[in-house]
């Protein structure tokens, strides 16, 4: 189900907690909603519809993926950029790194270690700060 975008800052500052197989389906519809917006947006953490649980979606070569608890595992070559958020109006400036390697759980609760890098390691950066409560 395709949910509304969270505008609230205050909200957006709270920590998600850690999603268990109960929440699966604010997993859904993050990837409903991501596909509503892909005209404007690349990824999305499921605070941004209203849910506090550690559950982000992102593009990843054209494709949408899941990752449910992610947990950035080593982050290499830092850098400066300047980022948008569907949740913010405007652009604001982010520390990113260039590789990042990630431990997460899939849609049916499998671990995973990928490492991913460029800029789909960016927006899984800006994503898991949203879990964390941090608003660029």
Do not use: W
């Amino acid at each position: 189900m395709i949910r509304p975008i969270m505008k609230n800052e205050f909200f957006l500052q709270q920590p998600s907690d850690q999603a268990t197989p109960a929440d699966l389906p604010i997993a859904y519809d993050l990837l409903d909603t991501l596909a509503a917006h892909t005209h404007e947006c690349v990824g999305l953490a499921a605070n941004m519809i209203g849910q506090r649980k550690r559950i982000i979606v992102f593009m990843d070569d054209g494709a949408a993926r899941a990752m449910i608890n992610p947990e950035i595992a080593e982050a290499k070559t830092p850098y400066e950029t300047d980022e948008g958020c569907l949740s913010l109006v405007g652009r604001r400036s982010a520390k990113r790194f260039r590789t990042v390697r990630v431990r997460y759980l899939d849609l049916s609760f499998k671990e995973h270690v990928e490492t991913f890098s460029g800029f789909t390691a960016q927006i899984i950066q800006h994503e898991i700060d949203h879990c964390n409560g941090v608003v660029i």
